[in-house]
Nanobody, 119 residues
Framework: QVQLVESGGGLVQPGGSLRLSCAISGSIFNIYAMGWYRQAPGKQRELVASISSGGSRNYADSVKGRFTISRDNAKNTVYLQMNSLKLEDTAVYYC?????????????WGQGTLVTVSS
């Protein structure tokens, strides 16, 4: 059983910071990319940040300069450091990973962690 478990969400004030973690457990191999998506109420899910197996990073324009994605390959964990949080960052944040599970290449998702930015 492969699981992606997010943690680190919570309630923060505008301008505050949070660090999200996504731990991957189980028999997944050859992870080629990991990323963070978010979905705000009434909106579509959007890519926030991604990191490839080679360390190449991409960010949504709305978070550039504020968010940083990183990974620990030995722990199969990906992080999202979020600084200077804004009200519009409020969303459920989902971890995503692409890898090989039971011989098949799959995209996997966590259950999400809620980030609420409010004064």
């Amino acid at each position: 059983q492969v699981q992606l478990v997010e943690s680190g969400g919570g309630l923060v004030q505008p301008g505050g910071s949070l660090r999200l973690s996504c731990a991957i457990s189980g028999s997944i191999f050859n992870i080629y990319a990991m990323g963070w998506y978010r979905q705000a109420p009434g909106k579509q899910r959007e890519l926030v940040a991604s990191i490839s197996s080679g360390g190449s990073r991409n960010y949504a324009d709305s978070v550039k300069g504020r968010f940083t994605i990183s990974r620990d390959n030995a722990k199969n964990t990906v992080y999202l450091q979020m600084n200077s949080l804004k009200l519009e960052d409020t969303a459920v944040y989902y971890c995503n990973a692409g890898g090989v599970v039971a011989g098949s290449r799959l995209e996997l998702w966590g259950q999400g962690t809620l980030v609420t930015v409010s004064s």
